[in-house]
DNA sequence: ATCCTAAACAGGAATTATTCCTATCTAAAA
DNA sequence: TTTTAGATAGGAATAATTCCTGTTTAGGAT
């Protein structure tokens, strides 16, 4: 994605456009790995060692109040960004700490219908998600 | 539970039995609540003034290890236990901190199903849990 | 019943992810 | 260009969890 993609995304959510948001974005739209805000932080201190460790942890969350990025907990506990928005699970690998993106319409099409079928007594589902666990082959 | 059912299931793992883990194993089938270590230690304290944090936090660790508890991670990053063994799924209520179970054999029967038709490339699938958040009726 | 030893415990220090605080700086609207 | 609300740097504070060490104890052996 190129800067003016990246600054587009940033502002039309009714951020202000700061060369640090564009860093953390950038880095977060070119990775794979979900990673924590100490990972960004490790990935874009060495051509800009003045962002600080406050900035990466307030402007990922900036982000995800805006609706730019998603995160969740890994099992260690550790928050996880993610830019990909739409629906999708998460494949955690049991021997590294890798998790990888699973999108399945399918998958979502089968728990919607599931839980529209099942109601749950005193109790209104919004969203499921999926958590599978597993091995690289 | 009983003290002689709480003490078979403690031993019956080879572990030794103690005043403290039979108090945090009952603390822990006597809640529904999924509770973390802080609030066993709450739970607890009042009647054994003289157990420690770090023997709360130690103990329901052996008893993960041993496979008398499951401990999972909720959205604040907490770690949580649950004495209930089966595979079975959470509610995380979004108006509070509230997580409750919920099992399904016909859902837990899909899942299998879904995942054996269809592979995963590169990945193999050892276990599916979900994260079925929403609102308490 | 007593002794012995590996394991368990209490208490507190250390670690670490994350949040908070405040003085300074800057994007972008006027 | 000026103005100012919001953003940032740097570091202190917080809080869950782990680690460390000297003491105690469960339960098998004597």
Known sequence: MNVDRLK???TSKGMKFTHQRLVIYRSLCN???????EMVYNQITEENPSISMGTVYKTLES???A???QKFRDDQGLMRFDPV????SHLYCNDS????DYKNPD???LLHAFFKENQIDGFEVEEVSLV?????K
Chains 1, 2 share one sequence.
């Not at 990775?31 to 924590?36: A, E, F, R, Y």
């Not at 700490?97 to 990888?100: A, G, V």
């Not at 599978?132 to 690289?136: A, D, F, L, R």
């Open 85 to 88: 928005m739409e629906t999708h």
């Open 31 to 37: 990775s794979q790995d979900h990673p924590t805000a």
């Open 107 to 109: 998958l979502e099409e």
């Open 8 to 10: 587009e995304k940033i």
């Open 67 to 69: 609706g730019i990025l």
């Open 132 to 136: 599978i666990k597993g091995k690289t």
């Open 97 to 100: 700490s890798d998790i990888r």
């Open 63 to 65: 982000f995800v109040n």
